[in-house]
């Protein structure tokens, strides 16, 4: 189906995108060996269960144990199940956008390789989506993991980033998630991304809802997940911050704190000079003076960087022709 607009010297047409699939599961794989076979023979029954077409796409992401040759496995007895392979180990962040950009499907859902997550909880995510919601997030009520290691910095996490972001999530760290496709198809992940895609989706305005999943204790293999992550997120949740407020629009940001910064500076300038003119206090030695001209400084270099910010943001967009807003559907 096709929508035209007809103006004054053009027209244009926003196409209905027809997926060849109703589903796609991603599943991205490091070191799993021992949970893949369990994996997909228990999520088989409950896909064919749906009575739609599906496809099953593992990404391995450079494991260095058995994982390839189970994966190659799966794929010869069963073609639904696709397998991309990473040269080396990137990350779960770029196993998620090798599964985006290659998923067929018009529904796509990702689920961890470590039997954490029930392929059970899939039918339940599907039904959330076909009410019309454009994400929809697996939160993990009773997690079975570690609580200093594991769940007390997730819920000092899913809070924070809640608050930051402005997309309220139990659990930002559930890889359980159902997405429309052209929801993830909009979103360019990097770094440890992936557990902001919803936060990073709603700029488009899409409807999020999260709903109470299972979660099993691992039984095999070990947790790639620890605090020494807990300083990436925070750094990435920083970047998150900017794209969603300020990635258009980078000298309201660096700009008012240069203009706070200048207006500090300029009144303590115009106190000392009012001090020195009418009551012949004199300037030298006085610390005021020196923060009065570093204020103003800086003031003038988050200006400029805010310019260059913007400069930068046009070039981007104009380059990569990205549009700075998303048409759900027209009328006519």
């Not at 994996?39 to 269960?49: A, C, N, R, S």
């Not at 990137?90 to 796509?108: D, N």
């Not at 629009?249 to 704190?257: A, E, N």
């Not at 200048?262 to 020196?290: E, T, W």
Request: net charge neutral; aromatic share 10%; charged share 20%.
């Amino acid at each position: 189906m096709a929508v035209t607009l007809h103006g004054a010297n053009e027209s244009h047409s926003v196409e209905e995108t027809v997926y060849p699939l109703d589903i796609s599961i991603i599943i991205p794989v490091y070191n799993e060996e021992e949970n893949l076979a369990l994996l997909y023979q228990g999520m088989k029954p409950v896909l064919e269960g749906l009575g739609r077409s599906f496809e099953i796409i593992f990404v391995d992401d450079g494991s260095r144990d058995g994982s390839p040759q189970v994966l190659a496995a799966l794929n010869a007895a069963d073609a639904r199940c696709r397998v991309i392979r990473f040269r080396r180990n990137f990350g779960q962040t770029a196993a998620m956008s090798a599964g985006f950009s290659y998923a067929k499907g018009a529904v796509i859902i990702t689920l961890d390789a470590d039997l954490q997550n029930d392929p059970g909880d899939i039918p339940m995510l599907l039904e959330k989506i076909d009410d019309g919601y454009d994400v929809v997030s697996g939160w993990r009520i009773h997690r079975k993991d570690k609580f200093i290691t594991r769940r007390l910095p997730s819920i000092c996490a899913n809070w924070l980033i809640s608050r930051i972001t402005g997309v309220k999530l139990h659990d930002y760290g559930c890889t359980l998630k159902a997405y429309k496709n052209e929801v993830a198809q909009n979103i360019d992940l990097y770094g440890e991304m992936h557990r902001f895609i919803p936060a990073l989706a709603s700029w488009m305005g899409i409807s999020v809802t999260e709903i109470p999943v299972s979660h099993h204790p691992r039984k095999h293999g070990k947790s790639k997940y620890g605090l020494s992550r807990t300083l990436r997120v925070f750094l990435d949740l920083i970047t998150v911050k900017f794209l969603l407020s300020y990635s258009t629009k980078p000298l309201q940001m660096f700009g008012s704190v240069g203009v706070l910064a200048s207006a500090m500076g300029f009144s303590i300038a115009a106190y000392l000079s009012y001090d020195k003119l009418f009551r012949g206090n004199p300037l030298s030695n006085r610390p005021m003076l020196f923060l009065a001209i570093l204020m103003i400084l800086v003031g003038i270099q988050f200006i400029t960087m805010g310019l260059l910010g913007e400069m930068m943001a046009r070039i981007y967009h104009d380059e990569q022709k990205k549009p700075i807003y998303v048409i759900k559907e027209i009328l006519e």
